[in-house]
């Protein structure tokens, strides 16, 4: 005879209205790596309901709560459920609440990319009542992972009127300052050929790894650019990122595979950034004509593979409500620049909606061993924030 299965108990959040320190350091204590976010959104989903300031619509694994009180302006603040995996070397689940050089800090993974965020988040909803903009609070899944299973882009396109606004604010982790736009980014992934021996024969095979030297270096001495787009200076990068190939210890392989990274800047759109990296690879000048050039490394063809394409966004700062958030946050000592990495201000912006990054802890410290956010930057960025709505 076998006991039946008994369903885990719900995660319960602690009272959003309390303490921010609690509020973040329960979020980094449920796990929720990308695809296990389920659990996380029931208890927010609980959390948010019955609050009579709140309609809260539900997407899968994305957690929508609105405020419908006839403002002539709204507003989305969103943010992401998932984290990438925890660490095989710290353990960083659960958290637990530390001091560095003398302040307080939420360590544990997700407490920057972006748990911080989502408390802050959370703690608003639930405490705004009234506020001045009407604002739509998003909570998403699948962020971390290949675009095709992010829940903000399914729940965008299956509910679009869930997501009107006049400007969204995208919880991403920008040190309490402002990163407007984002780099968009582009992932290949290149299949060299080659011709099987036995290694101690090897002059009867072509070997692909070696072969794919010849891209290595290309991809290597790529002249990426620095550009301005509306007064921010966005830096690009092209980078292998992953390289696949052989068989067996005494075989001269007969395939490999290389993985390409290309973050470019909002100048571009996908199809003139895809069109630039080929050139690169196909060793032509990347400012050149060609938009789909070969590619041979020596060894005949080789095949390229579209793994991802996500746009780029363009700052959107110039409107009356970024602008009105930029002055807050400078009042209180934060910057104002460009967004490296890409984040979903690029779905929002493709949907028509301007949108910008703010939220509290250090991007350096994204996915990291030692991942930590400073309580006084999630504090400060929920005051910001209510000073904005309220």
């Known amino acids: 005879m076998t006991r ?12 959003l209205e309390g303490p921010l320190a609690d509020l973040a350091l329960a979020l980094v204590d449920t796990p929720s790596v ?43 603040v969103a943010g992401h459920l998932d984290t990438v995996p925890v660490s095989r070397r710290t353990r960083n689940v659960p958290g637990r609440l530390e001091t560095r050089a003398g302040e307080p800090v939420v360590w544990g993974r997700g407490s920057v990319d972006m748990k911080g965020g989502v408390a802050v988040a959370l703690h608003l909803a639930a405490t705004l009542s009234a506020p001045r903009r009407d604002v739509t609070w998003v909570f998403y899944d699948n962020e971390e992972v290949v675009g095709e299973r992010n829940g903000l882009g399914r729940a965008l396109a299956a509910r679009p009127d869930w997501f009107e606004a006049d400007l969204a604010v995208l919880g991403e982790p920008t040190g309490a300052g402002i990163e407007g736009g984002c780099n968009g980014t582009l992932r290949l992934i290149l299949h060299v050929p080659g011709t099987a021996a036995h290694s101690a024969r090897a002059w009867r095979g072509v070997n692909a790894i070696h072969a794919a030297a010849t891209l290595i270096e290309r991809v290597k001495a790529a002249p990426v650019r620095t550009v301005e787009v509306e007064g921010l200076a966005f830096r690009e990068s092209f980078s292998v990122v992953l390289i696949e190939g052989g068989t067996a210890a005494n075989t001269i392989p007969d395939h490999c595979r290389v993985t390409v990274n290309y973050r470019f800047a909002p100048d571009l759109d996908g199809p003139a950034a895809l069109a630039r990296a080929r050139r690169v690879l196909a060793g032509l000048d990347p400012d050149g004509a060609e938009a789909d050039p070969p590619i041979d490394a020596g060894t005949g063809p080789v095949e390229v593979e579209l793994d991802d394409l996500s746009p780029a966004a363009r700052p959107g700062l110039d409107s009356p409500g970024a602008r009105e958030l930029i002055d807050l946050v400078r009042g209180r000592g934060g910057a104002v620049g460009p967004k490296y990495g890409w984040t979903d201000v690029a779905r929002f912006s493709a949907a028509g909606v301007p949108a910008l990054n703010l939220g509290p802890g250090d991007p350096m410290q994204c996915h990291t061993d030692d991942e930590h956010c400073p309580l006084a930057q999630i504090e400060a960025v929920a005051a910001i924030l209510r000073d904005w709505l309220a």
């Open 4 to 15: 039946a299965a008994t369903a885990p108990e719900p995660v319960v959040l602690p009272a």
């Open 34 to 76: 990308s695809g296990a976010e389920g659990p996380l959104a029931d208890a927010v989903a609980a959390a948010l309901a019955g609050r009579p300031h709140l309609e809260v619509l539900r997407h899968g694994d994305t957690v929508v709560a609105r405020t419908r009180l006839g403002r002539p302006q709204r507003v989305v």
